[in-house]
């Protein structure tokens, strides 16, 4: 007998490196997922620029313009000399009422789906009377007549229909684009205040298209906000979750509630920057429009596993060659091998076209059939390749457990690593390493 037959040392360090070279294919695939996940996000971006990106609504805000006087640069003692620069304030509503009613649908571009929605937008509340002493103490006028209240949006691509906006009991034309600073998106109607204006209501009704996600600013001194859509996979997200929400096979809908005491941004800002509209935006709060199934996220998980599946997978076999008395060339182990890792690649592209779960199964006999047949010849016992086959589908029903669970995850896999670890040194026990492979004398 040649020496790699009778030394277990020798077999054990070419099934380790035959492990760890496996690992390059394994690298490849994951990498391969990720260049897939990126075609399919670059897919919804292109349809997201015809039909609507993601949305986030903030507004209506109320902008007014004011000039101040500060003291000229190296006079800063001499009271007579000042310069006077133009600036804006930024006033939210006391309280704002947001209701969405959506509809969606599922459309694709190549093989590729992504979740669209349209519906109408109805925003109201009201804003509480100007006073001058809002403003700074070195204001030296305010032009009230130059009032404006805007909208911002994230993209405009998705307004649509008609816009009806009611400002104190009138109805005001709104106009292309916000003309405010750091809010570059959005809509505007020209409003003329006076220091006699009382509490203003307002009310806006227009239709929205929008992909993936819908967003809302609590700029609200009292802000809430309802959606309902008929979309059953929904992700609740942003700043604060919502306070009441129902899900059916039907759709969702859920009612979101908050004070400005859970923001870090005042009611009155009277000097915007940019990192005071990230403030706005970081604060808002909705719902991504999940699919049901992320498959390469869950096939990206299951390569994570690969390692640990052929690690169990070669030692199952050298158990074999143990107690049946037929040792394994490497390049039989080899094939093995490549017949698990061809699973990844199967349920990969079989995914793309009729869903994971198929796709998985159909991967998974598949493997399963191709290596219980081959393990049957080269084992040269029907019955073990019978029994291989039961370990493959135990095996791969196991691995979609934990992609199916993946907050017990963690728990599933250690008790089920703990009771392979116990199970093969039970049937070793009794083994005498040190006598393996020698021929009886």
């Known amino acids: 007998m040649s020496k790699f037959q009778t030394s277990i040392n020798i077999r054990l360090m070419i099934l380790g490196g035959m492990i760890l070279a496996f690992l390059i294919p394994l690298l490849m695939i994951s990498s391969l997922i990720e260049e897939r996940s990126i075609s399919r996000n670059a897919a919804a971006d292109e349809m997201g620029d015809k039909?609507?990106?993601?949305?986030?609504?903030?507004?209506?805000?109320?902008?007014?313009?004011?000039?101040?006087?500060?003291?000229?640069?190296?006079?800063?003692?001499?009271?007579?000399?000042?310069?006077?620069?133009?600036?804006?304030?930024?006033?939210?509503?006391?309280?704002?009422?947001?209701?969405?009613?959506?509809?969606?649908?599922?459309?694709?571009?190549?093989?590729?789906?992504?979740?669209?929605?349209?519906?109408?937008?109805?925003?109201?509340?009201?804003?509480?009377?100007?006073?001058?002493?809002?403003?700074?103490?070195?204001?030296?006028?305010?032009?009230?007549?130059?009032?404006?209240?805007?909208?911002?949006?994230?993209?405009?691509?998705?307004?649509?229909?008609?816009?009806?906006?009611?400002?104190?009991?009138?109805?005001?034309n709104l106009l292309p684009g916000t003309r405010a600073s750091y809010f570059p998106n959005g809509l505007h109607a020209l409003v003329s205040l006076n220091t006699d204006s009382g509490e203003t209501n307002f009310n806006l009704?227009?239709?929205?298209?929008?992909?993936?996600?819908?967003?809302?600013?609590?700029?609200?001194?009292?802000?809430?906000?309802?959606?309902?859509?008929?979309?059953?996979?929904?992700?609740?997200?942003?700043?604060?979750?919502?306070?009441?929400?129902?899900?059916?096979?039907?759709?969702?809908?859920?009612?979101?509630?908050?004070?400005?005491?859970?923001?870090?941004?005042?009611?009155?800002?009277?000097?915007?920057?940019?990192?005071?509209?990230?403030?706005?935006?970081?604060?808002?709060?909705?719902?991504?429009?999940?699919?049901?199934?992320?498959?390469?996220?869950?096939?990206?998980?299951?390569?994570?596993?690969?390692?640990?599946?052929?690690?169990?997978?070669?030692?199952?076999?050298?158990?074999?060659?143990?107690?049946?008395?037929?040792?394994?060339?490497?390049?039989?182990?080899?094939?093995?091998?490549?017949?698990?890792i061809l699973f990844y690649i199967l349920n990969l592209s079989l995914s793309e076209h009729i869903g994971f779960l198929p796709a998985y199964t159909v991967a998974s006999l598949a493997v399963t059939g191709l290596i219980g047949y081959y393990a049957a010849s080269v084992l040269k016992n029907q019955k073990k390749g019978m029994m291989t086959s039961i370990y493959y589908l135990i095996l791969y029903t196991f691995l979609y457990i934990i992609l199916a669970s993946e907050e017990q995850a963690l728990l599933l896999g250690s008790c089920a690593l703990f009771a392979a670890l116990a199970a093969i040194m039970h049937f070793t026990r009794k083994i005498d390493w040190y006598q393996f492979g020698k021929e009886t004398q």
């Open 205 to 340: 009704v227009f239709d929205l298209k929008g992909s993936s996600s819908l967003y809302f600013s609590p700029i609200g001194k009292n802000s809430k906000f309802t959606m309902t859509a008929d979309w059953k996979d929904p992700s609740f997200a942003g700043n604060i979750l919502p306070k009441e929400r129902s899900i059916t096979e039907e759709g969702f809908s859920a009612v979101w509630e908050s004070s400005y005491f859970a923001r870090s941004y005042p009611q009155h800002i009277m000097n915007m920057d940019e990192s005071m509209s990230q403030l706005i935006f970081s604060s808002s709060s909705g719902v991504d429009l999940v699919l049901a199934v992320d498959y390469y996220h869950k096939i990206q998980r299951a390569t994570k596993y690969g390692l640990l599946i052929l690690v169990t997978s070669f030692a199952i076999f050298f158990l074999m060659e143990i107690f049946g008395g037929v040792i394994l060339h490497p390049i039989q182990y080899l094939l093995i091998g490549s017949a698990m």
């Open 51 to 172: 039909w609507g990106k993601s949305q986030i609504i903030a507004g209506p805000i109320l902008q007014i313009p004011y000039n101040m006087r500060i003291p000229k640069s190296g006079s800063a003692n001499s009271k007579d000399k000042w310069d006077y620069v133009t600036e804006y304030a930024y006033i939210l509503p006391e309280d704002i009422y947001y209701d969405a009613n959506l509809k969606t649908e599922l459309r694709k571009r190549s093989i590729y789906e992504t979740p669209l929605y349209a519906g109408q937008i109805k925003i109201s509340g009201k804003f509480r009377a100007i006073d001058t002493s809002d403003f700074p103490s070195e204001t030296t006028y305010i032009y009230f007549e130059d009032a404006k209240v805007f909208l911002s949006l994230s993209d405009m691509q998705g307004l649509g229909g008609e816009m009806k906006f009611n400002w104190g009991g009138k109805n005001k």
